[in-house]
């Protein structure tokens, strides 16, 4: 079993620039390269006699290197492998809409998911890494030993900077079960409800909020957008959405690391719960 490892990345101001310049020349590649990619689509379905090859993620940043890099120099400003990788999902985002796994890819926006990747020279210490191009980056965490992974992926979620990577080959651990065979029955007053008879209320952590929520919102409503007072507001909201959703994970993974753990095969309905729960009746 391959484990995964995130933390939350603890960078300087001038580490923070540079994150973000790396994360905006990602997104900058995808949505080039989803713009060149959705342009050839159109030309071949209007002249299928002559009709141009779809370009694989090879392909894209050969273009990317001929026709993008040299009109724009921040790109030398950060590490190659950032819209490299940028471009390898964009083409796997187009195998999966091929395949009907999923739909078209989307241009991203600037602030929201934001992400990139990066491989090379990186190493692992007590409680820091180094990246290229960027160096050694403090984390909040103590990170695992004795380990160099080939390849980080950072993401931003509001103001906060985040790191993930596999962090090593793990046997899978058998624990004894309490109840072979359990069945788990998802509510709407309460998360859920196990054939055993325990009952795991939901985080409602919308509802707790909700009232601090719509306050932020209020006094947000008259502001100049994009001026310094309208981003730092926005900014507050977007950290007290991020609370709301990691309670709400939290819970989660509470409920099923206890299944795991505890119970040997577990039975649950066949159901559209998302469904039901937007069903107001």
């Known amino acids: 079993m391959l484990l995964g490892f995130k933390s939350e990345l603890h960078p300087t101001n001038k580490q923070k620039t540079l994150l973000a310049k790396h994360a905006g020349v990602a997104r900058h590649a995808w949505n080039w390269g989803l713009w060149l990619t959705r342009n050839i689509l159109a030309h071949n379905s209007h002249n299928p006699d002559s009709k141009l090859k779809f370009p694989t993620a090879i392909d894209l940043h050969k273009l990317l290197v001929a026709m993008v890099k040299p009109k724009n120099f921040w790109y030398y400003e950060v590490s190659k492998t950032s819209p490299q990788y940028a471009l390898r999902y964009l083409s796997l985002a187009w195998k999966r ?21 990066l491989d090379g020279s990186i190493s692992v210490g007590f409680n820091q890494i180094k990246l290229p191009r960027i160096g050694w980056i403090k984390t909040y965490e103590i990170l695992p030993d004795n380990i160099n ?3 980080v992926t950072i993401s931003r979620v509001s103001d906060r900077w985040f790191i993930s990577f596999n962090s090593r080959e793990k046997e899978t651990q058998i624990t004894e079960k309490s109840v072979d065979v359990v069945g788990v029955d998802l509510g709407i007053k309460s998360l859920a409800t196990l054939s055993t008879g325990e009952v795991f209320p939901g985080a409602k952590s919308y509802r707790k909020l909700e009232a601090k929520l719509s306050r932020l919102q209020y006094l947000n409503r008259h502001k100049v957008k994009f001026s310094n007072n309208w981003k730092k507001a926005q900014l507050k909201i977007a950290r ?15 409920l099923t690391t206890y299944l795991a753990k505890n119970h040997g095969i577990i039975v649950i309905e066949d159901l559209n719960v998302s469904g039901m729960m937007a069903n107001h009746k």
Not at 245 to 253: P, V
């Open 149 to 151: 992974p080939k390849s």
């Open 97 to 117: 809409c091929f395949t009907k796994v999923s739909g078209q890819p989307r241009f991203k926006k600037k602030g929201k998911d934001d992400s990139f990747t």
């Open 240 to 254: 007290l959405h991020n609370r709301i959703a990691d309670i709400r994970k939290d819970t989660l993974h509470k």
